[in-house]
């Protein structure tokens, strides 16, 4: 456990708890990123404002950090392009099937203490340590 | 205010990835891999976050409306389906393939790396195609709703 950091973890945590109970209390919303995400691709709908507004900070986040001196690295990607757009569309195809993903199910939904979003949580959980074990141990990647 | 404040709350909420270390797909394959060198840190980022959110919501339940909407919008859906639990499945083998959930992947792209913006473009595909799916089927069912309706 090398690599463990519990002090950023617990304070970068609680500042994502913060921000889903700060946009619920403010506008009503579940702070639910694919559900956001998918709300901006079609054509129709016309509450995109607050959407927008909520991935413009998301993205501006980086940035800011940046100019206190705090930049983000370049995240490691596999390097595989097929890998990265296989993944890529279940990632999307799957958190509108599953209705959620990480935050939607993970936070919100356990926060509101919803069955759905811990069966969700658990059946992700699990297919992505089973990837990760058959990618990384059984492939030797 | 109605827009300021998604804003500030999509800021907290990058803040949070960025100190958590959550956007990085490293840090996160590194929890996912229990049987390598196992780094238990998401674990801590979803409890903290919990330990905010469980109280935060029970507060705003008790407030009949938001501070700048009408009301609550929030997910009607109840019960386990064949749709969620296959949907968690399909996205948590994604999400192990390449360790980018939609959160990190969205504020990723501030960096301008070219395998985040396919892994995006990816997602927002796989999002569509679903959407689709899911229209053709409705508009299916509603045909054949139709068709035995003049039928009977």
Redesign the interface.
Known sequence: MANFTPVSAAIGGALIGLSAVLLMLSTGRIAGISGIFSGLLNLRGEDKGWRISFVGGLILAPILAGLIGYGMAQPKLPSSWAVIVVAGLLVGFGTRLGGGCTSGHGICGIGRLSLRSIVATIVFMVTAVVTVAITHHALGG | M??????????????????????????V??F???????????A???????????P??M??DR?A?????G?????G????DL????????????????G????????????L?P??I??????????????AWQQSRLAAQRERLLASATDG
Not at chain 2, 65 to 69: D, E, K, Q
Not at chain 2, 84 to 98: D, E, H, T
């Open positions: 109605w827009i300021i404040a998604p804003l500030l709350c999509g800021l907290i909420f990058g803040a949070g990835l960025l100190i958590s270390g959550m956007v990085q797909p490293t840090k394959l590194g996912l891999d229990i049987f390598g060198a196992w780094d238990p840190s998401l801590v980022v979803m409890g903290a976050a919990l330990a905010v959110s469980i935060g919501f507060l705003a407030n409306r938001p501070w700048f909407a009301q609550y919008f929030r997910p859906k109840s019960g386990i749709p969620l639990v296959s949907g968690a499945g399909l996205f948590g083998i994604g999400w192990g393939l390449v980018l959930c939609p959160g990190p992947a969205l504020e990723s792209l501030a960096t790396s395998g985040i396919v892994f995006v473009a990816a997602m927002a595909a796989g999002m569509i195609a679903h959407d």
